[in-house]
């Protein structure tokens, strides 16, 4: 395993490297350029542990779903280089704003893409990794739209737009295709998702989209991880309301999602 990352195992009792199945984490990291403006983003902690623990410096983090630049604003502090993509050109000007991706020898590169268009993911990641003089990816991290509970942008090519789950897990495999033919073999990737709550059902997305990636790629499932939400910002001092509202019906409050760890075996 030391031969994916840079870890000091002579040391690994310092190393604050969270190896257990269940990762609580009390607040955002606020440090940096950090911040937490977009509806959908996840925490600093979660790319900053995948990435030191799967990662060496300067390897390549490929991602599908670049969102408001956590996980590229964690490799510019861990000194890895970097290729993001997102449908939402608003959220791609944005995230060019806050870093400096100019030079010869830049080592970030960012573009908007549609993940599901496979002939755009070839032109736009190849681009990518021309720049950055490299022709694979070390580590893949994908944090897809958990359906239609937050549309994102009005593009029907969006994952946001769509509200069926059938439907969803079938285009998440298209992008997945896509996305992992870039990544070397034997090396790894990860899935930040969670459930959705439709028509009074809990919908195991999670779950779906787990078994889908089993069944179609040659994986092996290194680790399920469950992570609280409990700083979720559309949550923040409306505890008691969710509580009263979940006592009138028959439901429980979501305070969890999922990282699923894979390892690419061809």
Known sequence: MGRFNDLDLENWRDLDINTDSLWLIGERAKTGKHKNIYHGNFIPQIPNQLIRRYTKANEVVLEPFMGSGTTLFECEELRRKYVGLDINQE??????????????????????????DGSDVDTTVNEGLKKLRVTSAQFVLMHPPYMDIVKFTDDPEDLSQIGDIKE?????K??????????DKDRYFGIVIGDVYKNSEVLPLGFYTMDMIKRNFKVKLKGIIVKNIEGNRGKIGQNGIWKIRALRSDYFIFKHEYIFLFK???
């Open 168 to 172: 969803f897990v079938e285009s998440f």
């Open 91 to 116: 959220v791609i000007e944005y995230v060019r704003s806050k870093i400096d991706i100019s030079g010869d020898d830049p080592d970030y590169f960012i573009s908007r893409c549609n993940s599901r």
């Open 264 to 266: 690419k075996l061809g």
């Open 174 to 183: 298209i992008v997945c295709g896509n996305i992992l033919r870039f990544l």
